[in-house]
């Protein structure tokens, strides 16, 4: 429980402290952790990240130059 002046009264303050207590004001919350659907979500993407990062150094040889190589194609198309 924290000890917090609401009054300055030392009993009204443990009262009112008491009262927020019960009523959840301190209680922590729970860590928020990801769903399983999300971290699939999340699985997925980067494996598609991957796909494209192999896909680029197969093609264009680096991944320097993977991003201006796309630049180039979708302008030329």
Known sequence: MKNTVYTGIAN???RIAAELQAMGAFDQAQADEKSALVKAIEAAGE?????RWKGEVGVYGCRVGAAHARRVEALAA
């Open 12 to 14: 009204d303050d443990r």
């Open 47 to 51: 494996f598609v990240t991957w796909m």
